[in-house]
Structures are given as C-alpha cells and as structure tokens.
C-alpha cells in the first residue's frame, strides 16, 4: 500500500523559504511510472498544483509553478521535497504531497491524463512575521 | 491555463436523495477529468478518474459522465458518509486545475 507523509515546519517567517518533505512509502519514487507533486489549499479555498516531477525526466517533463517553487528527490530516503522562497501571508496553506498517475508519460515531455492518488494527509504551513 | 468551473458551489440534501454536481472546463479536457471528495481536516480522496471509471473501493452509488467540457457527478441514495466536499481535476494539461469545490451539507 502507497503512503505518503509530510513533514517540516508549521511557521515560516515572511520572506524565507517555506520548506517541506513527504516521505513515501510502498513504493520507489525512482519508478518511471509516476509523477510526484505538491498541492495546496489555503484556509477555505480550493486546490492548486504547485508542481510536479518525474524522477526519470528531464527539465522538459517536470514544472512548477513559478521560479520561486522547487521540487527535489532525495532517493536515499525515498522522499521529495517542496521549496517554495520568498513567501508571504499568502502562501499560509494546507499543503499535501501526492503520486500523480498519469495515461501518458516520457522522460522529455509533460504529461497528460494525470490524476492524483493518494494524498498525504497535509500539513498547515503558516506564514507570518 | 485551463479554468475549472463547479456549481453549485454548496447543496443542502437528506439522506436518500440523489444529488449532481456539475464540471465544466474553459476548453475541451478529453475525458482527463477526474473528481475528489474531501472530508473537513482530511486530504482530498480520488473517487472517479477518466470521466466515468470509479476508483477501486468507490462505492457504487457514485458515478460520474461527460467529455469535452461538461462533466457530472451523481450521487445515488446519499449516505450520512457523504457530506463533504467535492471537487474536480482536469487532467489534460499541465497545470493540472481544479474546480473551486462544492461544499455537501445535510438539509
């Protein structure tokens, strides 16, 4: 059974880098099969993706939001990590980490007909000075 | 980026009722649409995936239609377990989007 976890800090000061791990377990965030991505939810709003990451692609397959939003793998531990810098009170969310299984992947293009599943159960990122 | 447009955005039901939640996309999504439902302080759950396929261990009273742009979820003899939030995804391209929820609340 897949599981994933975040973890990090609940209190980020305004103008830092929000930093933030999910830790999966069940299987390896090497595989080809799999995209890995961050979502968040700001208190009583919807979802937004921040970005997604396939192990096996290159720059092409991978996105992210904007330039302030990074997306690593560390393999050793089998987890990927969010790095979102500069943030403001506007980036106070619930944030969560998901397997994103998409119909078409390839290591040199973004996929399509993803889905996310599952989710981790999501962490409150506050931000504030 | 493609817009994800819900409605309603909140409906009252009883339990029994049949209820609809309607999709629709700002341009064609294929059948790349998938829908999640949320339960206050849990993370989104996927129900229903390619328009129509329910999700492994998705009980059967859910069921979803559409292609294009226009999307449903139906709902069939709502249970106490279903008053939650749901919300659509399209898949089709990079962003992914979301719909903005519809919030399910007992009448």
């Known amino acids: 059974q897949v599981h994933l976890q975040e973890s990090g800090p609940r209190l980020v000061k305004t103008s830092e880098t929000l930093s933030l791990t999910c830790s999966v377990s069940g299987v390896s965030i090497t595989s080809s099969r799999y995209y890995w991505g961050w979502i968040r939810q700001p208190p009583g709003k919807g979802l937004e993706s921040l970005g997604i990451l396939l192990y096996s692609g290159n720059s092409d397959a991978n996105w992210s939001l904007a330039s302030r939003v990074n997306i690593s793998v560390d393999t050793s531990q089998n987890q990927f990590s969010l790095r979102l810098s500069s943030v403001t009170a506007a980036d106070t969310a619930v944030y969560y980490c998901a397997r994103l299984y998409c119909r078409e992947t390839s290591s040199f293009r973004l996929p399509r007909g993803c889905r996310f599943d599952p989710w981790g159960q999501g962490i409150l990122v506050t931000v504030s000075s | 980026d493609i817009q994800m447009t819900q409605s309603p955005s909140s409906l009252s039901a009883s339990v029994g009722d049949r209820v609809t939640i309607t999709c629709r996309a700002s341009?064609?999504?294929?059948?790349?649409l998938s829908w999640y439902q949320q339960k206050p302080g849990q993370a989104p759950k996927l129900l229903i995936y390619g328009a129509s396929t329910l999700q492994t261990g998705v009980p059967s009273r859910f069921s979803g239609s559409g292609s294009g742009t226009d999307f449903s979820l139906t709902i069939n003899t709502l249970q106490p377990e279903d008053f939650a939030s749901y919300f659509c995804q399209q898949g089709h391209s990079i962003p992914n989007t979301f719909g903005q929820g519809t919030n399910l609340e007992i009448k």
């Open positions: 341009q064609s999504v294929s059948n790349y």
